[in-house]
């Protein structure tokens, strides 16, 4: 990615799975209404830096949740809803034997997963699944084809793994970062800022 080009991340918006505490990773779940209305909010927040972005870059997971956000956001903008690209590289983490668990039933499940990911987030992977170190080097390969402005509709994990690598942040802290549906995060070699 060249310094002079910005991303525009959006975390597709809440599912059902989300609001119970539930592992996802890369089963295709939908969003619920909230997660519409996150989208439809997130769409507002972009439609106001039109026409600039107009020709920008529209890129989504191939995942329903982020391509359905990709599309409210799109249609909210007042573009063609379904004219954005799909990469399989800006899928979520793969959470392996853990996908459809609730976090709250873990340790009762796979007690010694909890335990090595306790000791280390970013590089424990779970049987069947990927680290987040796995995730990174996805992404980043991703990010070495981006050569323009991009609005992209992904997931908590690939913003997480995006601002490590840019922002050189120590492994452990990846996995702790913020990921809000309801805010377009804008990434510049130089910078970031939520709108």
Sequence with gaps: MRADVTIYFIRHGETDWNAQSRYQGQADV????????QARRNGEAL???LPRIAHC???ASPLLRARET????RGTMGLEPHAYALDERLKELHYGHWQGIFAADLPGID????EARA???FRWRPQGGESYEDLMARS???LADVTHDTVVAAHGGVSRVLRGYLYGLEPSAVPELTVPQDRVLV???DCMEWL
């Design 70 to 73: 990709m599309e409210i956001v």
């Design 57 to 59: 870059s529209y890129v």
């Design 140 to 142: 980043v390969a991703w």
């Design 119 to 121: 000791r280390d987030t």
């Design 47 to 49: 439609r106001a830096l």
């Design 111 to 114: 007690r010694s997963g909890v």
């Design 187 to 189: 990434l510049r070699r």
């Design 30 to 37: 939908p969003m619920n209404e909230v997660g519409r209305a």
